[in-house]
Nanobody, 114 residues
């Protein structure tokens, strides 16, 4: 599975930003997709995931602010990020799990700063 992430950039606190991740395989063959992030000096952490069945799960720190969704017709998962905070600054990575194997896209930098 190859993953191509796009989006990211610089946004002011309180602003919004969207990320997208296109998968090279049909989504019905992927068990789950999600977004992780890694801030400087910190470990990579889960942000949000969506299963093949459509179940979503979010990190407590982003609940109510971020929304993960998917469009199976174009094999793409999205992350809409609202009410962004400086602590959301990180490199965001797209992830897909297929048959117990994790696949990663190249990270995209999100910077929240005034």
């Amino acid at each position: 599975v190859q993953l191509q992430a796009s989006g990211g950039g610089l946004v002011q606190p309180g602003g919004s930003l969207g990320l997208s991740c296109a998968a090279s395989r049909m989504m019905f063959s992927i068990d789950g997709m999600g977004w992780y992030r890694q801030a400087p000096g910190k470990q990579r952490e889960l942000v949000a995931v969506i299963t093949r069945g459509g179940t979503t799960n979010y990190a407590d720190s982003v609940k109510g602010r971020f929304t993960i969704s998917r469009d199976s017709a174009v094999n793409t998962v999205y992350l809409q990020m609202n009410s962004l905070k400086p602590e959301d600054t990180a490199v965001y990575y797209c992830n897909a799990n297929r048959g117990g194997i994790d696949y990663w896209g190249k990270g995209t930098l999100v910077t929240v700063s005034s």
